[in-house]
């Protein structure tokens, strides 16, 4: 199944794009697109507004952005080296949040059963990207088996769910 926000149900669901609302360390995120580009943004109030995009709004708030000349992203004002464990930490923490605390984004991933998640339109090199491909369909694929298993009622100590 290829993630997209053209692809119909649960695909497009699944996009970051999607408009799925959750708390991710005491800030509102209206999709998981506005946190991902959220965090090319050093300065706090800046990302805290990018946060509270989705879709093509938040895509386009954070494409001019020349991160990747440094590899460094940021929380809250703090640095985040794109190839660090710390980052790849957040991301998790992010993914979980995102679906634990917002049941439509839950059921849209539950609804894909067993299919092989895919994103054609994601980039595969670390370097030039925020979530690769691998990045994204992996966190798909490992949540999906931890709510199929039951075993992701509050994953990473985060709250129950909220929407």
Do not use: C
């Amino acid at each position: 199944m290829d993630i997209g926000s053209g692809h119909g149900y649960p695909a497009d669901a699944l996009s970051n794009f999607a408009p799925h609302p959750f708390v991710f360390r005491g800030l509102p995120v209206a999709s998981m697109e506005g946190l991902l580009q959220g965090l090319k943004f050093e300065n706090p109030e800046l990302q805290r507004h990018v946060l509270t995009l989705v879709g093509r709004a938040a895509k386009f708030k954070g494409k001019p952005k020349k991160w990747w000349r440094t590899q460094t992203l940021y929380w809250q004002g703090e640095p985040l080296d794109r190839h660090g464990e710390a980052y790849q930490q957040l991301l998790d923490e992010a993914f979980g949040a995102l679906f634990t605390q917002n049941a439509k984004a839950r059921a849209a991933l539950l609804a894909t059963q067993e299919a092989v998640l895919q994103h054609s339109i994601g980039k595969s090199n670390v370097r030039e990207t925020v979530l690769t491909r691998a990045e994204f369909t992996s966190r798909l694929t490992r949540l999906r088996a931890e709510f199929q298993r039951g075993a992701a009622q509050e994953p990473r100590g985060l709250s129950p769910a909220t929407t």
